[in-house]
């Protein structure tokens, strides 16, 4: 489905992205981990079309993406849920969904598309009047992804979708995740909770300062002992090592 080739990104003179080549398979969660300004973000960022300063190829059901707009993205089937959220605060939760609908022609299909989001996130139904930027910081990653969502995307891009969420909400996101895996989709994961996201992820890859220097399947990635040192944290080891 998606497959990068020697992928380089920078932003002026600082080279955040140094040859990466990945790929995600059609109907995989795949996640990205890493410590902060990896570049992460950044990978995800050249995916869309918002990084501007790339070399490489980034290839979408084999057809080049490299050097396209945000909107032409999307509307080849890449939609992305950026780190932050990034709402419209002043607006309601219907008019994000919305918004996450603009490149659609299918109008007659966007009500149940709606109905959908709602049936995963009831919260926002409850709240569809409700202006974005008084949501709490649960109600607001679930709109995030239900805008995103709303794009209807054969691959959906998640950046840090439990970045400051408690950890009650944060299981619930990461079960929507699953869930929406299990009816199809297939997502491109970067999230700094590595533990939770090697656990429902079929592979991952390590990046570290802008180079990937491990990959395989998120099984295997889990039990390695230099990956729970640095990303699963010392209690993790502990335990796996009792």
Do not use: W
Request: with cysteine; hydrophobic share 40%; aromatic share 4%.
């Amino acid at each position: 489905m998606l497959h990068i080739r020697n992928l380089s990104a920078s932003y002026g003179p600082i080279q955040v992205l140094k040859n990466c080549s990945l790929h995600v398979d059609q109907g995989e969660i795949v996640s990205i981990i890493g410590a902060n300004g990896a570049g992460k973000t950044t990978m995800l960022l050249s995916i869309s079309g918002l990084m501007g300063s790339i070399s490489g190829q980034i290839r979408f059901f084999d057809r080049s993406i490299k050097g396209l707009s945000p909107d032409k993205v999307v509307g080849l089937g890449i939609a992305h849920c950026p780190e932050g959220r990034q709402l419209f605060s002043p607006l309601t939760v219907y008019e994000n969904l919305m918004l996450g609908a603009y490149a659609r022609k299918d109008s007659d299909t966007i009500p149940q598309d709606m109905e959908r989001i709602f049936k995963l996130f009831p919260r926002l139904k409850e709240r569809i009047h409700q202006t974005a930027g008084t949501l709490s910081g649960g109600e607001q990653q679930m709109l995030a992804i239900g805008r995103a969502l709303m794009a209807r995307p054969r691959l959906l891009l998640l950046d840090e979708p439990s970045l400051g969420l408690a950890p009650r909400l944060v299981d619930t996101i990461i079960k929507t995740i699953v869930e929406l895996n299990q009816e199809g989709m297939t997502i491109l994961l970067v999230e700094q909770n590595a533990r939770k996201a090697l656990e429902i992820s079929h592979r991952a890859y390590i990046l570290e300062t802008g180079r990937i220097i491990l990959q395989g399947r998120a099984s295997d990635l889990a039990e390695d002992s230099e990956i729970k040192r640095a990303y699963l944290g010392k209690d993790y080891k502990d335990l796996s090592e009792r």
